[in-house]
């Protein structure tokens, strides 16, 4: 029935003395539906991300092929009539035919390179950015932390994915480590642990884990390429450990330092102070007991897959993804080895 | 004359001697240059043990300063059992101790020599701030500076006060360890 009404349609439009013209266009918009079908099916099949229509049709992916499609499109049309009646050349006869058809060859030629070069930017503008390696300084731990069970989480969270990579340095943090000017100004500082930590950054990307206070904020603090994590408050997120509590923030913090650093920045209501939470990645958790429900429900919202989607790509959102349901942490293997080897007891 | 060969020899002897540092007075083996061994060792009750111990060779001693200013020694901190131990370059003191004199060690370069401590870069910041801990079967270098003047020679001993355990270990070179 289907293939009977393609016939009726593709039989008028054949009778039309203008479908020789429109025929290449109608071709490469089939291919460009087919192609974003693939596209969309593929993505949809890749492990724990979904992406909606919308999203697909807003996301790189769907873009790159748009600009690809539209290339071929002004490249038909470059090379569409114009061509002067006659002979093919003859190998001899280059230079006469280049005599006789300089302004067209010319003319196709500057729309070569026209048409190239802007494919070349939108398919570039529409590339997901690489994401930097973060440093993870354990400045200091409570005493049921050991630095051996946090590197072991640390290298768990490597061992899931290959878009980046934690570094532990276990050397813990003291304020002598720092010029004397430094500590001066971060004893005066309103997030004194924070500037602590850019200063043992030095401008590289950077994840400090403190027993101490912070200064503005119970759990975490980011500025640009710099995060800290405080297990200062431990009560608020009991009977939940501090493995599952840094597991969690480690994700948060190296995704919003990749943002800051690698993908043009976080949203700009990014941790906004508010009163209603949906439990997404970047809200402000308005009650501190909340930090639980956030943890034990932690997923990506539609609007963060899209924006990790075309900054970072579908591998990186699929990884984090993964990552923040920390299924993985509650494996038998790894609690196990927590369990067994570093004296850790997670508390879901 | 006959006699002046044997009280040349003695005389030439007792001066060798004395111009040695008593640490190393006991020397019988053959590697004169070999580096020494200062250790002592904090006993904190119940199985729970550090052993401290600073290596120090005679002439890299001598010849090496910091900035021209310090001298410096490297103490290892060993520690057994399950607790840390706890340190700090405020409340802590490291003493070297001469034959007729004791100078006090420097724990902290970011407070007692700021100019030459902000000279540095972050890595040696890093490798020479005193440490706040030291975990149990984590060997720790811990980094002390003591002033240039007057300390022309290897020192007698050591005298370590952790502030923390309220106690002052002694780090001698014991002499029965380096004979043979």
């Not at chain 2, 901190?77 to 007729?100: A, Q």
């Amino acid at each position: 029935m289907l293939s009977k009404a393609w016939d009726l349609v593709f039989g008028y439009l054949k009778a039309r003395p203008w479908w020789g013209a429109v025929e290449p266009f109608v071709l490469l918009a089939f291919g460009w539906v087919a192609a974003q079908v693939t596209a969309f099916q593929w993505l949809a099949a890749s492990a724990a991300f979904r992406p909606s229509v919308a999203l697909f049709l807003d996301s790189y992916v769907s873009k790159r092929i748009t600009v690809a499609a539209l290339g071929l499109a002004a490249l038909g049309l470059v090379f569409k009539g114009g061509e002067a009646a006659g002979r093919e050349p003859a190998a001899s006869r280059v230079r006469a035919y280049w005599q006789a058809h300089r302004p067209l060859l010319l003319r196709r030629l500057v729309g070569v390179l026209l048409v190239g070069a802007a494919v070349t930017v939108g398919i570039r503008v529409n590339t997901p950015n690489r994401v930097s390696h973060v440093t993870v300084r354990l400045m200091s731990l409570p005493g049921d932390v050991t630095p051996e069970g946090v590197a072991y989480l640390v290298y768990e969270l490597n061992r899931r994915q290959r878009h980046w990579h934690l570094e532990v340095d276990f050397r813990p943090f003291t304020e002598e480590m720092l010029t004397s000017g430094e500590a001066e100004r971060c004893r005066g500082d309103e997030r004194p642990r924070l500037c602590q930590a850019e200063a043992l950054a030095a401008g590289e990307p950077f994840i400090g884990i403190t027993a101490e206070a912070l200064g503005g904020a119970y759990f975490g603090e980011h500025r640009r390429g710099v995060s800290v994590v405080s297990t200062f408050d431990r009560a608020a997120y009991a009977p939940l450990s501090t493995y599952e509590y840094l597991a969690y923030s480690l994700v948060l913090q190296s995704v919003s330092i990749h943002l800051d650093v690698d993908g043009g920045g976080l949203p700009e209501d990014a941790f906004a102070e508010g009163r209603r939470s949906r439990g997404g990645l970047f809200e402000f958790v308005p009650e501190k007991t909340a930090l639980k429900a956030a943890i034990l429900a932690a997923r990506l919202s539609p609007e963060e897959e899209g924006l990790l989607l075309n900054r970072f790509g579908s591998d990186y959102v699929t990884t984090c993804a993964e990552l923040l349901t920390m299924e993985w942490l509650y494996s038998p293997r790894v609690r196990g080895n927590l369990e067994r080897v570093f004296g850790a007891t997670l508390g879901r | 004359m006959p006699w002046r060969r044997p009280v040349c020899l003695v005389v030439s002897t007792s001066l060798l001697a004395l111009s040695t540092p008593r640490a190393v007075r006991s020397e019988i083996g053959g590697a004169a240059g070999r580096p020494i061994t200062y250790t002592g060792e904090v006993d904190r009750g119940a199985d729970e043990t550090c052993r401290l111990s600073i290596g120090l060779e005679r002439v890299a001693f001598v010849l090496t300063s910091l900035a021209n200013r310090y001298r410096f020694v490297r103490v290892l901190i060993e520690c057994r059992g399950r607790t840390p131990l706890v340190l700090s370059s405020t409340d802590d003191r490291l003493d070297l101790v001469l034959e007729e004199r004791t100078v006090p060690g420097v724990l902290s370069l970011q407070r007692a020599d700021a100019e030459l401590w902000d000279g540095l870069d972050a890595t040696m910041r890093q490798t020479l701030a005193y440490p706040p801990s030291v975990r149990p079967g984590e060997p720790v270098y811990v980094f002390a500076y003591f002033p240039k003047p007057g300390v022309d020679d290897l020192p007698r001993s050591f005298s370590y006060t952790i502030a923390s355990l309220g106690v002052t270990v002694r780090l001698e070179h014991r002499v029965a360890a380096a004979r043979g």
